[in-house]
């Protein structure tokens, strides 16, 4: 099956930097890459994705990047903002009748300090 | 809508006692999952449904049972707890995939701990 591996485990910024999250894949069958948040006491909840016939997706200071051939997917914080601290995990679903299943990253714990 | 809904929030349970985590959504979705969530490891897939009437295993099936009577709700059974079970669990739902939406949405997600 698809194993997804998600580093770093932690990550602690100030406010205003960048942050970078990297996960990578197994399965070349995979097609579909969400980014999921999750705030305290919470579930996640889907803050972008990206479909394996696309490069890059930005949504206002998100971004996320593939690389098929690598078989990696980055998420891209820019201007970093305190909200912004959560724990984030990556997934990957592969292609075909996979019922929608999603096989997730361990999960960074973003901190951004103001 | 209030979307994915989970009952009970927390629960505390003695080794060998059974509890049922109810899972409920109105957003007429055709999938639903349950999910446990352990510290490093991420989420892991435990069951899954794609319909009502439906039911499959998934990565950790082991000690777990789901029943989906109806479309909206979907149960997750716990016959004989253990210490190992003790775990966040999240249930989630989403489009089937004729809809070309894969986006799953998550409940807030049930506290048990199994002493």
């Known amino acids: 099956g698809e194993n997804v591996e998600q580093h770093p485990s932690t990550l602690s910024v100030q406010e205003g930097d960048s942050a970078v999250i990297k996960c990578t894949y197994s399965?070349?069958?995979?097609?579909?890459f969400p980014w999921y948040k999750q705030e305290l006491g919470k579930g996640p909840q889907l803050i972008i994705d990206?479909?394996?016939?696309?490069g890059e997706k930005k949504d206002q200071r998100i971004a996320v990047t593939l690389n098929k051939t690598a078989k990696h997917f980055s998420l891209h914080i820019t201007e970093t903002q305190p909200e912004d601290s959560a724990v984030y995990f990556c997934?990957?679903?592969?292609?075909?009748?996979?019922?929608?299943?999603?096989?997730f990253g361990q999960g960074t714990i973003l901190t951004v300090h103001p | 809508n209030a979307g994915v809904t989970q009952t009970p929030k927390f629960r505390v349970l003695k080794t060998g006692q059974s509890m049922t985590l109810l899972c409920a959504q109105d957003?007429?979705?055709?999938?639903m999952y349950w999910y446990r969530q352990d510290p490093g490891m991420g989420l892991r897939l435990i069951h899954y449904?794609?319909?009502?009437?439906?039911?499959a295993k998934g990565e950790v099936p082991d000690g777990y049972n789901v029943s989906r009577l109806k479309k909206q709700n979907f149960l997750l059974g716990l016959e004989s707890a253990a210490p190992s079970q003790t775990s966040v669990y999240f249930c989630?739902?989403?489009?089937?995939?004729?809809?070309?939406?894969?986006?799953?949405?998550f409940g807030p997600g049930t506290r048990l701990t199994v002493l």
């Open positions: 989630a739902s989403s489009y089937s995939e004729l809809a070309s939406w894969d986006e799953q949405f």
């Open positions: 399965d070349s069958a995979s097609n579909y």
């Open positions: 990206i479909r394996s016939n696309v």
């Open positions: 997934a990957a679903k592969l292609g075909g009748t996979s019922y929608g299943k999603l096989t």
């Open positions: 957003m007429n979705h055709e999938y």
């Open positions: 449904s794609v319909g009502e009437g439906t039911t």
